[in-house]
């Protein structure tokens, strides 16, 4: 089989041997304490945690 270049035809092709694509992860919406770490500077981004935590 030739290599195929770009993605879409390289998913065309995967379709037709019937090979399963791998699923990709789901990314976590949550704000992470490594976000709260970085964005520190920034207080106004926080302040609606502040007020609503309970609403997990």
Excluded: C, Y
């Excluded at 019937?18 to 500077?41: M, Q, V």
């Amino acid at each position: 089989m030739k290599h195929a270049t770009n993605t879409a035809k390289r998913r065309a092709m995967a379709q037709v041997h019937g090979i399963a694509s791998k699923p990709n992860p789901k990314k976590k919406h949550e704000i992470s304490k490594r976000t709260k770490l970085t964005n520190a500077h920034l207080p106004e981004l926080f302040q609606n945690l502040k007020d609503g935590d309970s609403s997990k």
